[in-house]
């Protein structure tokens, strides 16, 4: 079975360090997306991309989240610098536009900011 | 107020039993209702899926849509403890031109358990 691949599956930092989360989407999907979970939130959409382009990064704290794709094969979430408030698991989820509905997630990169 | 609510539960049931999981929305231009099941410390999982109003059976699921309500829910028959899991109620819209086009909205999820 095709899969999403997020990399790493767990981390632990300091506060104020960089962190990068990275996402393999599954070959031939368009359409990426970056979500965080937590208990009190639920899944919240960090930001969306279309062809490696960004169409909607609204729900993503600018000063301090970036999310790119530098190619179609990868997908970047970078924190920096972390907080802890940041703590949360993070999912990565792909799919073609044209089956709206069919996006697969990824198992998540679960972080810890201490 | 959230696009999307979903009660949290949890819920518990005995196995057999049927649930009922719903959410509730506002946003008249979604078109597509997707039910997402979430195992602990994994991804969501597809489901079920929905387009407009109406009923769709797959087995022991059945999702029902009624738009005029903006109310969805999801029925599990015969509820087996490998059901246990968070389920997630998502929605998309597709505006011709928008940024939105595609992007799923969710629901907070309800926590089941089905217990022997």
């Known amino acids: 079975d095709a899969r999403v691949t997020q990399t790493p599956r767990h981390k632990v930092t300091e506060m104020g360090q960089e962190v990068t989360m990275r996402c393999q989407p599954i070959?031939?999907?368009?359409?990426v997306f970056w979500y965080r979970q937590t208990m009190m939130q639920g899944l919240e959409l960090l930001a969306y991309f279309r062809n490696r382009a960004p169409l909607d990064d609204s729900g993503m704290p600018k000063d301090r989240f970036s999310a790119e794709m530098p190619d179609a094969t990868l997908a970047t979430l970078k924190i920096q610098p972390s907080e802890p408030r940041d703590s949360a698991v993070y999912f990565c989820a792909s799919g073609l536009v044209t089956a709206n509905y069919g996006y697969t997630f990824g198992s998540g990169t679960r972080l810890t900011v201490v | 107020q959230k696009e999307v609510e979903q009660d949290p539960g949890p819920l518990s049931v005995p196995e057999g039993a049927i649930v009922s999981l719903n959410c509730t929305y506002s946003?008249?231009?979604?078109?597509?209702f997707m039910w997402y099941r979430q195992y602990s410390r994994k991804g969501p999982e597809l489901l079920m899926y929905?387009?407009?109003?109406g009923n769709k059976e797959d087995g022991r699921f059945t999702a029902q849509v009624d738009k005029s309500s903006k109310y969805i829910s999801l029925f599990i028959r015969d509820s087996q403890p490998s059901d246990s899991a968070t389920y997630l109620c998502a929605m998309s819209a597709f505006l011709a031109g928008g940024t939105s086009y595609g992007k799923l909205t969710f629901g907070q999820g309800t926590i089941l358990t089905v217990h022997p």
């Open positions: 070959l031939g999907h368009n359409t």
């Open positions: 929905t387009y407009s109003s």
């Open positions: 946003n008249s231009a979604f078109q597509y």
